[in-house]
């Protein structure tokens, strides 16, 4: 895991940074007795969370990021924010997604604080695949604001999980099966809280691709496996089918998603390694949980127990 800390009166001081750490930029001060920026970072390889506050007024002009850009104010306003073919303003609560990877943006900051969570737009192709496996397109948003209040503040929970529980501690971030599936989840949450060109049903050919035999594939893979952090696009490939068709066959045969069947698989792992450890040794449920991609250890022993019908603290003691 990666963290970084800005904290400077100097507006040349804090345009080097904002190039350095998003795109080149051009930024002016709106309030000259005033110029103080602090923001802080914690990124894992794919995403990164930064909360930035600004005691001034800041104007911004940004080439493009290349990546997937989510704000959500948390005070103060952001006003003009422009790009090709969008002119909009946000204020505190707002979630929205500032603009395609590939376009320049330009705008105003009003003495605001706020979160910029970055993304790789890989992800959403990855989450969401397509009809090809052989020739994937790209999937992007088309939209800036989200479907519904109800979608945005599911983004919002997201992003104050990924921070909370994911970024909050490098030795859990660090564990490449929470990341990973921090940012598969991240993503999946992008993709139902903007519009987008992802087509979520499936084709006649995804239909008839959805055999048992495809499926026993993605089964075999998961389960050979289950310490990769696996995304669907790579179950899809190993079944020989593409994203869809995966979908639509766990969908019917096991009444689950691939990674729900992922995290079973990885809920076992976790079982056979807290009856095998010794806590005398220093092993910890905390531990554990975090190596097969379980972030939040309340969670953890709550899906543990649903499925042991008893802690995973009891097994660790007892073995």
Partial sequence: ME?????????????????HAYAKMRIGNGTPDSS?????????????????????????????????????????????????????SFGPGDVVSF???????????????????????????QVAGTADPLRPEPVRLTGHRPLSVAAGERLRSTIRYVQDHVLADAAVADQPLVAS???????ATVLATFPNTASVDPTGLDRQDARPAALRRALA?????????????????????????????????????????VRQVRLSQAHAELVAADPEAGATVTDIAARWGFSHPGRFA?????TYARSPRRTLQDG
């Fill in 3 to 19: 963290t970084l800390t800005f904290d400077s009166e100097d507006l040349e001081r804090t345009e080097e940074f904002l190039s």
């Fill in 181 to 187: 599936t921090a940012a598969q989840h991240l993503a």
């Fill in 221 to 261: 893979f998961i389960e050979g496996h289950p310490d990769r952090p696996l995304t669907v696009a790579e179950i899809a490939e190993a079944a020989h089918v593409s994203v869809r068709a995966l979908q639509y066959a766990f969908r019917r045969h096991l009444e689950c998603t691939p990674l729900a069947y």
């Fill in 36 to 88: 103080r920026a602090r923001i802080h970072r914690s990124a894992i390889d794919t995403v990164s969370v930064d909360e930035l506050d600004l005691d001034f007024d800041m104007s911004y002009a940004v080439t493009p990021l290349g990546r997937i850009c989510l704000c959500v104010v948390h005070e103060g306003t952001i006003e003009d924010h422009v790009y090709q073919g969008v002119s909009d």
């Fill in 302 to 306: 709550t899906l543990y127990r649903r």
């Fill in 99 to 125: 603009a395609p990877p590939e376009l320049s943006y330009a705008g105003r900051i009003h003495a605001a604080r706020y979160n910029i969570t970055m993304l790789d737009p890989d992800l959403l192709t």
